[in-house]
């Protein structure tokens, strides 16, 4: 009786040890099934899998041989199962982005421990055929902790809705009972999250102001954000708005009646999903049709072909040029940030910046005209504007291993805002440029032919390149080749710590690198 309880605990432990990879994988997809099953698809390798399927063929012939049979050599499934439990854990310690712990995963592990002990203690109890069947069971579980991670996701989302609904609602009653309070929504297929942070500091001049953190762009990261963070005097919140698919935005308006809106751009952005840029529009501009419920102002890029050919009239536009009522004139801008004069309805203002890029003088133009209707005064914007600091991840510059800079772009992901950050690099004059880069995702039809856009730019600025995924940098490479680049000072690499161990070899203080959308692991092959 000792050894199948021995096989018993050590495929429990297996079975948790391989969940720890798939539930990083899962909640890197957003705990979509759909997306996670893709990840599966491009990232199973076919020898472990076919190793895995005979291990499992022989516990069934062994079960059907007998229970003494199968008992006799459940404990070398088991010890098979950790091997390959033990190695899919260790994938998650060498990972980008590694799994967090939060309480929904911790319900699904004890969901899954619950589950998995339970089938090996009644299986060694009941005994027999029956008893036989459900340590198999568990044997099969153990070495496929997919199928573990999946029974896991579908078994417990009635829990998860309950308790979303829970917070939400919970939320909504929070945000209604700060008197006064203006809710300000800020969605777009890229420039959000930098014009979140850009208005946020600009309206911080009059009003106390509350703002979703880092990228909590969904409509659980809202809620979180209101139910920790939200206080009596909070007078302004500035509500980032992320979306995937059709229905995304309505949704968080739903949560939080936003009175005033800003939409900084409508592109090919998350095409897997959206399959069409017109289903990118729709979807962006369901936060319009919030805030006009509410006879709210929206602004909108006004240097955005699809806004300008499709937006409605009422809406308030501003671009980098004349011809709104909000932009900017004389322009100089280079490597230590930008100067210009800020036109704000009528009324002009100079200013300057240390962000780098000129797409950010887009965001800092829309920042400012929606505070400018919301009250700031010309001089205080101007203010707040020179005190900007880049947004952690986006055009930040630092230093790097061995003195050389690093322009850190690592959360761009939008095909406008990689080929400007290329840009902002060719401005770095006399020194050795880099970029590293595994190049662009969820473009649908688009992706191939974005990033073969992005390596011809590479090409023509950068003396170095490293590209990062051999499958996934397919389109650089073609793209850097036909723009001429010499292959012998491209370089391939598996990972970013890789990319990272060729570029220290022959970088010095007269380099700077670019970091180019840093991507998760689930993206990476």
């Not at 050894?3 to 079975?15: D, H």
């Not at 036909?482 to 220290?504: L, P, Q, R, V």
Request: glycine share 8%; with cysteine; charged share 20%.
């Amino acid at each position: 009786m000792f050894l199948p309880i021995l096989a018993m605990v050590i495929a429990v432990v297996s079975g948790f040890l391989g969940l720890i990879r798939q539930y990083q994988m899962l909640q890197q997809n957003s705990y979509f099934a759909s997306r996670y099953f893709r990840w599966l698809k491009g990232n199973t390798p076919i020898l472990p899998l076919a190793l895995k399927g005979f291990v499992v063929i022989l516990a069934f012939l062994a079960a059907m041989l007998g229970e003494n049979t199968f008992k006799e050599s459940i404990t070398l499934f088991a010890a098979v199962a950790l091997y390959f439990g033990w190695r899919a854990a260790s994938q998650n310690g060498s990972s980008i982005k590694k799994l967090v712990y939060t309480a929904r995963v911790k319900r699904m592990f004890a969901f899954s421990f619950v589950l998995t002990l339970m089938l090996g203690v009644l299986g060694l109890v009941i005994g027999g055929i029956i008893g036989t069947v459900l340590l198999t069971v568990l044997v099969v579980l153990s070495i496929f902790p997919e199928i573990l991670c999946l029974l896991s996701l579908f078994a417990l989302k009635p829990v998860e809705i309950s308790y979303a609904n829970y917070y939400i609602n919970d939320a909504k009653k929070l945000l209604s009972s700060v008197y006064g309070i203006k809710v300000v929504g800020i969605t777009g297929s890229f420039g959000k999250t930098s014009t979140k942070y850009i208005l946020s500091r600009i309206l911080s001049e009059k009003f106390n102001v509350l703002h979703t953190p880092e990228s909590f762009n969904t409509p659980m990261g809202v809620v979180r954000t209101i139910r920790e963070s939200l206080k009596a005097d909070t007078e302004i919140f500035v509500c980032e708005m992320g979306a995937k698919n059709v229905g995304d935005i309505k949704e968080i308006c739903d949560i939080v009646h936003p009175d005033f809106g800003l939409i900084t751009s409508v592109g090919a952005q998350h095409l897997e999903t959206f399959k069409t840029t017109d289903n990118v529009f729709k979807t962006k501009f369901e936060l319009y049709d919030a805030v006009k419920a509410k006879g709210g102002v929206v602004f909108a890029n006004g240097d955005n072909k699809i806004i300008v050919d499709n937006a409605n009239d009422d809406v308030i536009l501003y671009s980098s040029d004349a011809g709104t009522k909000f932009y900017a004139e004389n322009i100089t801008s280079g490597r230590n940030g930008a100067n210009f004069d800020l036109v704000l309805n009528g009324e002009k203002v100079a200013v300057s910046t240390k962000l780098l890029g000129r797409h950010n003088i887009l965001n800092i133009i829309g920042a400012a005209a929606l505070a400018y209707e919301l009250g700031v005064m010309p001089e205080d914007i101007a203010f707040a504007i020179s005190r900007l600091t880049p947004t952690e991840h986006r055009l930040e510059l630092k230093t790097s291993v061995k003195g050389s800079l690093l322009i850190d772009d690592a959360y761009n992901a939008n095909p406008e805002g990689c080929l400007e950050a290329v840009n902002v690099l060719n401005s770095f004059d006399g020194m050795q440029k880099v970029i590293i880069t595994p190049g662009l995702v969820e473009l649908g039809d688009k992706e191939f032919e974005c990033n073969k856009a992005l390596g011809s730019a590479a090409a023509k600025v950068c003396d170095k390149i490293i590209f990062v995924g051999k499958k996934r940098s397919e389109p650089l490479v073609e793209g850097a080749k036909e723009a001429g680049f010499n292959t012998d000072n491209m370089y391939i690499a598996s990972s970013f710590m890789e990319a990272m161990e060729i570029y220290t070899a022959f970088c010095n203080e007269n380099t700077v690198v670019l970091l180019e959308n840093d991507l998760p692991d689930n993206y990476l092959k």
